[in-house]
Nanobody, 115 residues
Framework: QVQLVESGGGLVQAGGSLRLSCAASGRAFSAYNMGWFRQAPGKEREFVAAMGRSGGGTGNYAESVKGRFTISRDNAKSTVYLQMNNLKPEDTAVYYC???????WGQGTQVTVSS
């Protein structure tokens, strides 16, 4: 089973950047596809980005973040990252990482983008 701890969120002005990290504990992190998801107030949780087990390629992205966000992973550190550039107020949400297929959710990390 994989346990997940997200970090790196915060308050940033529009146009700014943040880098989120997700540290995984448990066995065989490299056996899991990994993704980032987010949930804004009053909205359903939505997909943001995903990356395959090997970390090769550029990943898959929601249209709303394509060209601004980059997912990466370091299997040696059992960590997946989300580099977020040119942030917009509509990116404000709690961000979660998870394995794909989904496992129990972590606590997430809050990202707030001010205009």
């Amino acid at each position: 089973q994989v346990q997940l701890v997200e970090s790196g969120g915060g308050l940033v002005q529009a146009g700014g950047s943040l880098r989120l990290s997700c540290a995984a504990s448990g066995r065989a992190f490299s056996a899991y596809n990994m993704g980032w998801f987010r949930q804004a107030p009053g909205k359903e949780r939505e997909f943001v980005a995903a990356m395959g087990r090997s970390g090769g390629g550029t990943g898959n992205y929601a249209e709303s973040v394509k060209g601004r966000f980059t997912i990466s992973r370091d299997n040696a550190k059992s960590t997946v990252y989300l580099q977020m550039n040119n942030l917009k107020p509509e990116d404000t949400a709690v961000y979660y990482c998870n394995a794909i297929p989904l496992r129990p959710w972590g606590q997430g990390t809050q990202v707030t983008v001010s205009s």
